[in-house]
T-cell receptor, first 117, second 112 residues
């Protein structure tokens, strides 16, 4: 069955530290998408990245980078030089095909990141 | 990307009553998704709403408890019926777009 595991429930770092959030997934599909979302204390969900299963290139966007490894079914997220504004809950998600051919998201449990000054 | 307006943003309701949550999208979309986020938990898909047909519910969610309407390609409602304190959650609607899924700002429901 499709599943997303974020084993780190909470992470606490001091500003400027680098931090990696782990995500491991399970799927029977050969074509799938992986996502990261940020949920700050205000509650909205902010889209960060989508990666398709055929593209294993790492991606960097400013202080954010993502490492996708199909061999280990992992899609890890690294924040470099963390800032207080990075404090949020981060969700990893997997899209799978639902009934009727559409895709639906399966979310991991989330990792709460606290960045302290 | 699509802009989703969700109403109300929060509400406090008495047990046994019902609340209808509205989700308006600024563009036409085929599918709209409704999620529940219980306190301190992840998001769980309640159902998927396609315009002109019955919503498809996930395991553990039933139409009598969470009736959904989808009258057109830009609007949907989710009703939480006969509420109990266990229904206290954030409810979010979502649409699928080119690069990903966009979410509404959520409805924070407290049942007392």
């Amino acid at each position: 069955a499709q599943k997303v595991t974020q084993a780190q429930t909470e992470i606490s770092v001091v500003e400027k530290e680098d931090v990696t959030l782990d995500c491991v997934y399970e799927t029977r599909d050969t074509t799938y998408y992986l996502f990261w979302y940020k949920q700050p204390p205000s509650g909205e969900l902010v889209f960060l990245i989508r990666r398709n299963s055929f593209d294993e290139q790492n991606e960097i966007s400013g202080r954010y980078s993502w490492n996708f490894q199909k061999s280990t079914s992992s899609f890890n997220f690294t924040i470099t030089a963390s800032q207080v504004v990075d404090s949020a809950v981060y969700f990893c998600a997997l899209s799978e095909e639902g009934y009727g051919g559409y895709n639906k998201l399966i979310f991991g449990a989330g990792t709460r990141l606290a960045v302290h000054p | 990307s699509a802009v989703i307006s969700q109403k109300p943003s929060r509400d406090i309701c008495q047990r046994g009553t019902s609340l209808t949550i509205q989700c308006q999208v600024d563009s036409q979309v085929t599918m709209m998704f409704w999620y529940r986020q219980q306190p301190g938990q992840s998001l769980t898909l309640i159902a998927t709403a396609n315009q002109g047909s019955e919503a498809t519910y996930e395991s553990g969610f039933v139409i009598d408890k969470f009736p959904i309407s989808r009258p057109n390609l830009t609007f949907s409602t989710l009703t939480v019926s006969n509420m109990s304190p266990e229904d206290s959650s954030i409810y979010l609607c979502s649409v699928e777009e080119g690069v990903g899924y966009t979410f509404g700002s959520g409805t924070r429901l407290t049942v007392v």
